[in-house]
């Protein structure tokens, strides 16, 4: 038996997608003309399914930033933070991420992947238990089994679950930290945060919010869900990405916590591996600023992702639970996400597919996400596709009658 | 609520059985992954249930030394504290 043959019924899967020409997880685009419009072959390409959320992937004032640090600071530091590869601005954007947040400490992470294996591994010991929503993301999911700490899943969204499986923990030695999301990645629904913070408060346990999806979205001034649900002081951590609404790459975790800074030489995934280029940090800073400088953008986002959700709902599509910048379409089945895909993409329209397990009740989902960059044109348009191939492939009602609902 | 010996190993098997799809026997060699084609996630999601029927919480290393149907019930009784 060959090495990789535990992947073969795997592999035959992949295969007939490759085959068929059409494979969500493979493909490339040969050009990206802005944030919203990318070219295969000789094809326009609407993208809707880029998690670039604001539409920082060109802005000039970023471009400008990355240019200039490439220049006087060279293309990568060929070291890692603790070692050889910390320069002045990674502390600045550490310190621009601490005030974003009115937080006393923040560390930088090579990837928002890394920010969750480095900050989990490191905050739970042997004797300490991680508390889980069951639908978190597999960085969560890998960063707790890299530490040492017992690990729990509780029923997702569910304030009275938690608080059940806290209470099984009452009176058993170690520290207690839950963690959830803000916005989930797969169906685009909101923890309800208020509640946990409660069940948080009421057991004595800490809170880690991973806020990756919901940064620069949600909350007056874009800090996230924590800041929407009014319980900032709840939130022990809070996690994040530059790799979605900021436009970039890395991660990185804030706290208030007292000697939070003692992480940097505790953290495996911070520690071993290369810091980000002084481009991607002067590039996450500024698209930071133009958070704080340009509160309209989130304003527009949100606009366009209700318009999208509501017209694709008005269609007879099924959806997550609530509007969001993440729109999921359940399929029957994951061969129709596969070819109801493909056809989008044949009519030039870019989304996503995503399967169990990395999904939910073992969903089959048509995953789009929605930018600010998308004008209300290129809404209606993304819309008509939808109409068009879903109505050919009897997804929905073929009748006009929802269609200006 | 069930909690012997016997009870736990019924309660489990009972609730497998009312979740598949399609029959298919179960012993205490059955092998969950291979056997019943459940993917990670999905065994998961079952654990969940039977920590909700016998008011238990089964840390997920403890899931992952599960193989068998015979792995699962020991883990629950000892969970359990019933041996």
């Not at chain 1, 679950?161 to 520290?175: E, I, N």
């Not at chain 1, 789009?368 to 993304?382: G, K, N, P």
Request: charge should be negative.
């Amino acid at each position: 038996m060959a090495l990789l043959d535990k992947f073969a019924a795997l592999a035959a899967q992949y295969g007939k997608l490759e085959t068929a020409g059409a494979n969500p997880f493979n493909v490339a685009f040969d050009e990206v003309l802005s944030p919203v419009e990318a070219r295969i072959g000789g094809r326009s390409i609407l993208l809707l399914g880029t998690n670039n959320y604001l539409g920082l992937t060109y802005d000039p004032a970023v471009i400008d930033a990355a240019v200039q640090a490439t220049q006087h600071l060279g293309t990568g530091t060929t070291g890692s933070r603790i070692a050889n590869g910390s320069y002045a601005g990674h502390r600045k954007l550490e310190q621009a991420l601490a005030d974003f947040y009115g937080r006393r400490h923040a560390m930088v992470f090579s990837t928002g992947y890394q920010a969750n294996l480095g900050i989990l591994s490191a905050l739970a010991g042997k004797t300490d238990y991680l508390i889980l929503d069951a639908d978190s993301h597999a960085s969560i999911y890998d960063g707790s089994h890299l530490g040492s700490a017992q690990i729990i899943r509780f029923r997702h969204n569910d304030p009275d679950d938690l608080d059940k499986r806290l209470g099984r923990l009452a009176g058993t030695p170690g520290d207690k930290i839950v963690v959830v999301e803000g916005i989930y990645s797969m169906l685009g629904d909101s923890a309800p945060l208020r509640d946990f913070a409660q069940v948080k408060r009421a057991h004595g346990a800490y809170l880690l919010v991973d806020e990756a999806h919901s940064l620069g979205v949600l909350g007056e001034t874009g800090r996230g869900l924590t800041e929407a649900a009014g319980v900032e002081v709840d939130a022990d951590f809070i996690v994040g990405t530059f790799s979605k609404s900021l436009g970039g790459v890395g991660g990185f975790c804030v706290s208030d916590m007292p000697g939070f800074d003692i992480l940097r030489v505790v953290s495996r995934p911070y520690m071993f591996t290369a810091s980000l280029p002084p481009s991607i940090i002067a590039a996450a800073t500024e698209a930071l600023h133009q958070i704080r400088l340009r509160p309209q953008l989130r304003h527009q986002l949100i606009h366009n992702a209700e318009r999208f959700y509501a017209g694709l709902s008005a269609l007879g599509f099924e959806l997550g639970p609530e509007p969001s910048p993440v729109v999921s379409s359940i399929m029957p089945d994951p061969q129709t996400a596969f070819a109801f895909w493909s056809n989008l993409l044949e009519a030039g329209l870019y989304t996503n597919v995503s399967l169990p397990p990395a999904t939910p009740r073992s969903l089959a989902l048509l995953r789009s996400s929605v930018s600010a960059a998308h004008s209300t044109a290129q809404i209606d348009l993304a819309l008509d596709i939808f109409a068009t191939v879903g109505r050919q492939m009897g997804l929905i009602p073929a009748a006009r009658r929802a269609a200006q609902a | 609520m069930n909690t012997s010996v016997t009870d736990i190993h019924e309660t489990v098997f009972g609730m497998l059985r009312a979740k598949l799809e399609k029959p298919i026997a179960l012993t205490d060699d059955t092998h969950i992954v291979n056997e019943l084609g459940l993917d990670s996630v999905a065994v998961m999601d079952f654990v969940m249930e039977i920590e909700d029927r016998l008011d238990i919480s089964v840390p997920l290393d403890r899931i992952a030394e599960v193989e068998t149907l015979g792995d699962l019930v020991a883990t629950v009784r000892a969970l359990k504290g019933v041996q």
